[in-house]
């Protein structure tokens, strides 16, 4: 079935320091790979999403990387700030196009 | 263009009565999702339409629940005879043709006591 793994669970660095949170993901098929932050009591939104045609995307202190081969995709933000705190969600698309989530990570950054 | 509405925002029912979320999508978009979210705990696919059809139910269980998204009118998820594992957030998205990003809503918290 279609699945998406999500580590760690929990993630708590220093400000200033980079997170880099990892999923896998079970259907090769999958080409579309979104990631979204919730706020505490929030909805969800994008922050950056990269597809199967590119390797690596940047958008300032955010960056996804993905590896096709071996199924698994990475977020990476540097330089965090309090603000960055969150949980945040991969998701891969599914074979009718809706998303699978990964389970969250929640990401605290410490002043 | 206003976001994703649900309402209601929060909705408390009894054991055994019914409960119904209601998402209007965002204006243009024809393809609306729905997500379960217990605490502390991830995006559970439901349900995909797209107007007036079911496109994808795997992830709704068979009894009790159901979906529509009438022609006219906001999406409608329906649970009956609700429990107490039926507490959760319940977010519906939104998505235009051809576009792959979804656009949630603030979330249904339903309360069973």
């Known amino acids: 079935g279609e ?88 998701a891969a698309e599914g074979n009718t196009g809706k998303l699978i989530f990964g389970q969250g990570t929640t990401l605290q950054v410490k002043p | 263009n206003a976001g994703v509405m649900q309402n209601p925002r929060h909705l408390v029912r009894r054991r055994g009565q019914e409960a119904r979320l209601r998402c209007s999508p965002m204006k243009g978009h024809s393809h609306v999702y729905w997500y379960r979210q217990l605490p502390e705990e991830g995006l559970k696919f439901m349900v995909y339409l797209q107007k007036e059809n079911i496109i994808d139910e795997s992830g709704m269980p068979k009894e009790r629940f159901s979906a529509e998204f009438p022609k006219e009118g906001p999406s409608i998820l329906r649970i009956q005879q609700v429990v107490r594992g039926d507490s959760a957030a319940y977010f519906c998205a939104s998505s235009p043709d051809g576009v792959r990003e979804l656009f949630f809503g603030e979330g249904s918290r339903l309360t069973v006591l």
């Open chain 1, 3 to 90: 699945n998406v793994e999500q580590h760690p669970s929990t993630l708590s660095v220093q400000e200033g320091d980079s997170a880099v949170i990892k999923c896998t993901y079970s259907d090769s098929a999958s080409n579309y790979f979104p990631w979204y932050k919730q706020e505490l009591g929030k909805r969800p939104q994008l922050i950056i999403d990269i597809r199967s045609n590119v390797g690596e995307k940047k958008d300032q202190r955010i960056a996804v990387t993905l590896n096709k081969t071996a199924k698994h995709f990475s977020l990476h933000i540097t330089e965090t700030q309090p603000e960055d705190s969150a949980v945040y969600f991969c």
